[in-house]
Nanobody, 119 residues
Framework: QVQLVESGGGSVEPGGSLRLSCAAS????????RSWYRQAPGKQRELVAS???????TYADSVKGRFTISRDDAKNTVYLQMNSLKPEDTAVYLC?????????????WGQGTQVTVSS
């Protein structure tokens, strides 16, 4: 069983920064990507950033140049550094871990952490 625990959310003024962390524990194998998604009230969940095991990164157009995804394999932790935050970045941010086992893809999710950007 894989568990993901996010931390680092909070309230910040526009232009500020936050760093989210997502620590993974449990029986982990066959990982192909670690990602961050977000969901704002009344909106669909959207991919914010993704980091494959080979190091390839993908970002939503709305966060390119402002957000950076990274990982520490020794700690089984993935980070999302968020700079120049805007009110439209306000959402619940969810950590995702994608893994493949016997040819089947699994997706594991954290409980989410709230990010609020407001003056």
């Amino acid at each position: 069983q894989v568990q993901l625990v996010e931390s680092g959310g909070g309230s910040v003024e526009p232009g500020g920064s936050l760093r989210l962390s997502c620590a993974a524990s449990g029986s982990i194998s066959g990982i192909y990507a670690r990602s961050w998604y977000r969901q704002a009230p009344g909106k669909q969940r959207e991919l914010v950033a993704s980091l494959s095991t080979s190091g390839t990164t993908t970002y939503a157009d709305s966060v390119k140049g402002r957000f950076t995804i990274s990982r520490d394999d020794a700690k089984n932790t993935v980070y999302l550094q968020m700079n120049s935050l805007k009110p439209e970045d306000t959402a619940v941010y969810l950590c995702n871990l994608g893994a493949t086992r016997v040819g089947i893809r699994f997706a594991y999710w954290g409980q989410g952490t709230q990010v609020t950007v407001s003056s």
